[in-house]
């Protein structure tokens, strides 16, 4: 990650950041490499924003905290428009991004095959993070229609016992039984698009093709090679013509 950064640069990743939505960094000479580590102060509110961008295929969109008002006789004054957005991510970046946050079977190393992390039965996108000494755990998920994020911490900023904060628990717990019982209250779990089913399997296929082709010289020519990888750079293609197709079914409900 600090290579990558490194590459970037700081301030183009900064810059990138404040479109997302984070208003924190200000000052950008406090920063450095680490930031792509957890080197930065952020706000719950500003990470809601950013993940937002996620979940509408890459359309950035200011959190509102009223969505309607009503006055004694039931009658709607006010409703909740959006005003202003702005496109800061490629539909296609973002959708991968949501991929690899909903995909439980690539952190079954790390958080087990049946952890908290998963919703049964839904598509849910989720991120754990923890700071120095245990002074915050976080756990933030989202599906096309919520949001929940959970903060877990002190309010004086002292550490926290570190047996009881980790990425299964603290505010993972939380964010399950909340988003679980939102989700299964408002009956917003998202059955796959056939189309959408096959982008996941051209992204597995083209993740395999990579690994495929960083194999070592002599094993060029290991029978079958090529015909795997001309099917998966197929898949490829299929891929990227159903995405388009998703595309135009429109972007993720707001926020």
């Known amino acids: 990650a600090e290579r990558l950064l490194n590459s970037i640069g700081v301030q183009d990743f900064i810059s990138h950041a404040q479109k997302l939505g984070i208003s924190t960094w200000t000052d950008t000479s406090r920063y450095g490499l680490s ?6 102060e952020v706000k719950m509110v500003d990470v809601a924003e950013a993940f937002g961008v996620f979940a509408n295929y890459g359309t950035h969109v200011e959190l509102n905290p009223i969505l309607s008002a009503e006055d004694f006789r039931g009658n709607t004054v006010y409703s909740f428009k959006i005003e202003a957005e702005e496109s800061v991510l490629s539909p296609q970046t973002s959708f991968i991004m949501s991929d690899i946050l909903s995909d439980n079977f690539a952190r079954q190393s790390a958080f087990g095959s049946r952890s908290i992390l998963e919703i049964p039965g839904y598509d849910v996108a989720v991120k754990t993070g923890t700071t120095n000494l245990k002074r915050d755990n976080w756990t933030n998920g989202y599906n096309r229609k919520f949001m929940t994020l959970v903060w877990v911490g002190n309010n004086d900023n002292s550490p926290m016992h570190p047996r009881l904060t980790s990425g299964v628990t603290g505010a993972a717990p939380i964010w399950h039984d909340a988003m679980e019982r939102l989700i299964a209250d408002r009956n917003e779990g998202l059955a796959p698009l056939a189309a959408q089913t096959q982008i996941d399997a051209a992204i597995a296929m083209t993740r395999g093709l990579q690994a495929l082709l960083e194999f070592p010289p002599q094993l060029d020519h ?25 595309g135009e079914r429109g972007p993720y409900q707001r926020m």
């Open 35 to 40: 930031l792509t580590l957890g080197g930065g």
């Open 222 to 246: 290991e029978p079958g090679r090529i015909e795997r990888e001309r099917e998966a750079a197929r898949l490829l293609r299929v891929a990227r013509a159903d995405f388009g197709a998703v």
